[in-house]
């Protein structure tokens, strides 16, 4: 009966984080808050899919969203505490690749 109670859990996290792009947008901020042109850099990913996965992680408070007021406004993006808790999960998954891809 417990199973039953923890898949839509599951599910719901594995739609989150098994998206395309969104690990590795995690995986990069694990580095620490990083601005919207450094991550697209990073990633071989367009700036339209990148705005939208940042959104939806922001949606999910994986992902913050800091502005600046400076001219020119500066943004940058970090992982709260709910997306760092995701590191642990993140490495072993990098470790598993290292080992078996």
Do not use: H
């Given at each position: ?36 042109n ?7 990913i ?18 913050e ?7 020119p ?22 470790k ?6």
């Amino acid at each position: 009966m417990k199973e039953t109670a923890l898949c839509p859990r599951l599910a719901k996290a594995m739609d989150l984080i098994g998206k395309r792009w969104t690990a590795l947008i995690i995986y990069q901020l694990l580095s620490g808050p990083q601005r919207f042109n450094a991550i697209e850099s990073a990633l071989p990913i367009s700036g339209r899919l990148l705005s939208e996965r940042l959104k939806e992680l922001e949606k999910e408070g994986v992902v913050e969203r800091k502005v600046y007021s400076e001219v020119p406004v500066r943004v940058e993006y970090s992982l709260t505490p709910k997306g760092r808790s995701l590191e642990g999960a993140v490495r072993e998954i990098e470790k598993w690749a290292q080992n078996w891809t």
